[in-house]
């Protein structure tokens, strides 16, 4: 007995899966795990912003996360706290600000828990287009802009020097950020959301001898990851955010058994 | 090689370049030049600011006030002093190679064995020496068919005996290709000998000149070989000024300072 509901619901864990892994790589090759923590943690505000101007909650949580990227970076930029110090006092300030005025919006009949730890299972048609054209948008602009985004990632200067346009691909990157975290936010919930981004990603280092590979490969860790945490859920009656995070965990505990692939090629 | 450069239109040049991050002044009224076939080495201490200069020369840093002019049409080939090889990315030297743009397998052998790297084009980039990763930047430099060579130090890590190989690579491909070279040291005193015009910045010019082809002292090359001897040279500083401690320029008699004070731009 497969409901229509686990369906889309497994449709709609598998398109956030399919863009948050190729998405993560960069995340983690450019060290901004934690970047990506504090920008999910906008979601509520977004949420709230959604709601004021009447538009769908995930464009609401995709401006807010782009705008607390930007606030970020102009921020960072005139170094009057460290980095850490301000990714910490923003994503709690933006997180708080959010709680404060949801608690304002009395006609707004907010499932916070929903929010906060994902709803997989309420996943709409609206929910799963929105996904998909996200995920599409993702894999077509990663395809596009690789070779650029990776030159970037390796040293930004022989980038600027070899003609990449930096600070454009810099955006992009943020901007799939944010629709990543838009998404991922109704599967696993805005506090397991860059665990779908990262972990899979982690996972697939050691499988993977190319960025390629990598980027491949994290995706279809995360595929595995919704499927098994999604069923494991429905037959144990756990809630799904969590159990889909745990599953991509054990993948990644299970990887760090596999001798590095990086190694071989040594001898020859 | 030095000499006649002067009068020959520069690859690239920076006039009267200052750039200040907030109130802090990085770059003061700095002059550089390189011509074609001339190797400049420009040395400074750590915040010198000659990370800052490169990057205005580059067009990456806007000065705040100079120009910088470059030939039209002119490639640069750089070679950065870090690059991100964390492990967590899985890149080969193959991959690392063909970042910039994509080359046939026999073009990056070439370049590997003009460079002195030997069979690493499968080998990950987080995995090959400090020297072989000298070689590796300078191979995907060279690959752009550069008219300059901007290599910012290029012996950072690597042993004496392999310094003194890699400066003779470096004056080779000099010679080979016409192309200007631009290096960047921290060492203020041993630069390699084939410099041409050495530049010695404390966020401004204290002193140019060429540098003294000695080491030719026994004891020196009896120490490192004669290769090495020949591929180093002492280059003797001629400054009229000194810096006090917090780097602004005091003459070296009497520590009045000797031009318009510019610190009423520092903190």
Redesign the interface.
Known sequence: MTEDFVLRALAGGIGAALAAGPVGCFI??R?MAYFGTALAHAVLLGIALGFLLELEPFVGVFAMCFILAGCLILLER??LVSLDALLGVLAHAVFAAGLVVISFMERLRVDLVGYLFGDILSVGAVDLWLIYATAAASIAALVWQW?NL??V???R??A???GVPVERVRFLLLLMLAGVIAVGMKIVGMLLVVALVIIPA?AA?RV????E??AVASAVIGIVAVIAGLFGSLEWDVPAGPAIVLVASVAFAASLLIP????Q??E? | MPGDVSRVQPLIEARGVSVNF?RRNVLDNVDIAVHAGEIVTLVGLNGAGKSTLI?VL???VRPDLGTVVRTPGLR?G?S?Q???????????VR??LT???PASRDSLENVLAEVGAG?IL???L??VSGGELHRVLLA?ALL?EPGLL?LDEPLAGVDVASQGELYQLIADIRDRYGCGVLLVSHDLHMVMAATDTVVCLNRHVCCTGHPRTVTRHPEFVSLFGPHVANAIAVYPHRHDHRHDERGEPVPIDDGSPKRPDTSGKRR
Not at chain 1, 208 to 211: H, K, L, V
Not at chain 2, 82 to 92: A, E
């Open positions: 983690i090759w060290r005139q170094r070779r990776l030159s990632t390796v040293n200067d022989l600027a020097v070899e982690a280092r993977s001898a190319t960025p590979q990598m590095n692939r990086g190694r090629g040594r020859d | 907030g990057r580059f067009g990456i640069i750089y950065p870090h690059v991100h090889r964390d492990p967590i990315l899985p890149m080969t991959g690392f970042l910039g743009a069979a499968n080998h990950p987080s995995e995907r752009r901007v």
